[in-house]
């Protein structure tokens, strides 16, 4: 869409932009073909940080089930996902993620990509009864 979202970089974030400067590109270490560029950049970067967690995937030919390592089927996509979820559980906010990835508070996209991780029941039990 043409809607600006707003989301803040973290110092780390921040940190790499400069060390690769380029105006006219916002990731020029990884943007080298477009989005199949981003796609391909991502997949080097998980496996380089031996992130190589097994998913399964549809296979588009036969249509069955395969496992394959995270770093081979990972993709911007991918990577919104990650960020959302991460940021649900950090804040528990429907509102503030939609805010900064341009979702529809309570779209089911956010639902759906909003893991609830065991650790954030810990935390809830603990902030209440503790």
Do not use: W
Not at 13 to 28: H, K, T, V
Not at 48 to 70: D, L, Y
Not at 116 to 127: E, G, P, S
Request: aromatic share 10%.
């Amino acid at each position: 869409t043409q809607k600006t979202v707003y989301v803040p970089l973290s110092s780390r974030a921040i940190q790499i932009i400069e060390e690769y400067n380029e105006p006219d590109r916002l990731f020029p270490f990884l943007n080298v073909y477009g989005a199949f560029g981003y796609n391909n950049g991502i997949k080097l970067l998980l496996q380089a940080a031996g992130i190589h967690r097994s998913v399964m995937t549809i296979n588009t030919v036969t249509g069955m089930p395969e496992i394959k390592p995270i770093y081979e089927v990972a993709s911007t996509h991918t990577a919104r996902k990650t960020f959302i979820s991460c940021v649900l559980n950090k804040v528990k906010s429907e509102y503030i993620t939609s805010k900064m990835t341009d979702h529809i508070e309570g779209s089911k996209a956010l639902k759906r990509y909003g893991k609830v991780q065991v650790d954030t029941l810990k935390d809830v039990i603990k902030d209440v009864f503790d």
